[in-house]
């Protein structure tokens, strides 16, 4: 098995680089908007925390007094809506407009035409090349940075670690939940692996947490964080990195009485609600606690909000390290000018 994945990553690989030459070479050309584009985005599959920093950025240039619009390509959105993850932005910073579109560039124009904005951030877009972009922001999910060293399907990079060099700021994700030395130990691949021979100025590497901000029934009435100490709960999540979820909760000093992981991007069917309220009573579970991108889908499902021993967390991102760093490359990218006049709309 792991012979035919690594022939199937093989393939993938040899796909991956020939496209990128390409684009490398002007043969495939990228189009360019007439405002600056910054894209957030990742090297593997999962959750390394695209949304919360995509979130944080939003607020920085609101507070610049820019008008922002998000691209998203709405990953498995099961309506015109978008999937939980678009739904979340929407709650997080309702006055930013998230235009949905598979065809990046196409969404861009539509956003250009309907909202006239600033700056357009580009959600999970380091691998869509088409579209033009005046910085390339990279999360690295400190717990499993690297994806095991392979490509999909055998690990879980989209793209050689090479392509790093492509990146103008990693940020490091979780560093709460790993050691200092492991922290160093990434940093100093990131250093290596992100190092490109024509560029001289050293690329900018930021340390971040994932924080509970809050914890809210399903009335979506905040209860204090102090209340989930020593409780016995069962968590359930259908997140790119359900560990996460776990270790946060055991921080706040929740016994973990059950677990249940679902698909990332999956959805929950009608008699879920039912199905967890029974399995949390078999645990002997006090509370059943979710992360906010789940609540976002489960609250759609009849019965859902008639649990009254349904909980979920609020996590959001903090910088630990180098948001004044963050700040100037963004400044300095929304002031930038393509070097080539962008296609006309």
Not at 61 to 77: D, H, I, M, P
Not at 177 to 185: F, H, L
Request: proline fraction near 5%.
């Amino acid at each position: 098995m792991r012979l035919l994945l690594r022939i199937a990553g093989g393939v993938y690989g040899m796909l991956i680089y020939v496209r990128n030459r390409l684009y490398d070479k002007g043969i495939l050309k990228s189009i360019s908007l007439p405002v600056p584009v910054i894209c957030v985005g990742n090297i593997t599959t999962g959750g390394t925390g695209k949304t919360p920093m995509v979130i944080w950025i939003c607020r920085y240039l609101r507070e610049r007094g820019k008008k922002v619009v998000v691209l998203s390509r709405g990953y498995k959105g099961e309506s015109e809506d978008g999937n939980e993850e678009v739904q979340m932005l929407r709650r997080s910073v309702p006055e930013v407009p998230v235009v949905v579109d598979p065809d990046r560039v196409r969404g861009g124009r539509e956003a250009m035409v309907k909202y006239r904005p600033d700056v357009i951030v580009l959600d999970d877009g380091f691998q869509h090349r088409r579209l033009g972009r005046e910085l390339d922001i990279v999360m690295i999910d400190g717990t499993c940075p690297f994806g095991y060293g392979h490509l999909l399907p055998r690990g879980l990079l989209r793209e050689p670690l090479k392509e790093l060099r492509r990146a103008g700021v990693f940020v490091l994700s979780r560093c709460d939940q790993i050691g200092a030395e492991q922290v160093d130990e990434i940093v100093t691949l990131l250093d290596r692996k992100g190092s490109d021979r024509g560029l001289k100025r050293e690329k900018c590497i930021i340390r971040s947490r994932h924080e509970p901000k809050g914890l809210y029934n399903t009335a979506e009435k905040e209860v204090p964080l102090e209340e989930l100490s020593g409780r016995k709960v069962g968590a359930f999540c259908g997140i790119g990195n359900p560990e996460s979820f776990l270790a946060t909760l055991r921080k706040l000093g929740a016994e973990v009485a059950g677990r249940e992981f679902f698909p990332d991007h999956g959805t929950y069917k009608s008699n879920d609600p039912d199905r967890l309220a029974k399995w949390g009573r078999e645990r002997g579970a006090d509370w059943l606690v979710t992360t906010q991108k789940d609540w976002v889908k489960l609250r759609e499902i009849p019965g859902a909000k008639g649990l009254d021993n349904l909980y979920w967390l609020q996590v959001e991102m903090t910088l630990s390290q180098g948001r004044e760093q963050l700040q100037r490359e963004i400044d300095e990218a929304i002031n930038i000018k393509p070097s080539s006049e962008p296609k006309k709309l």
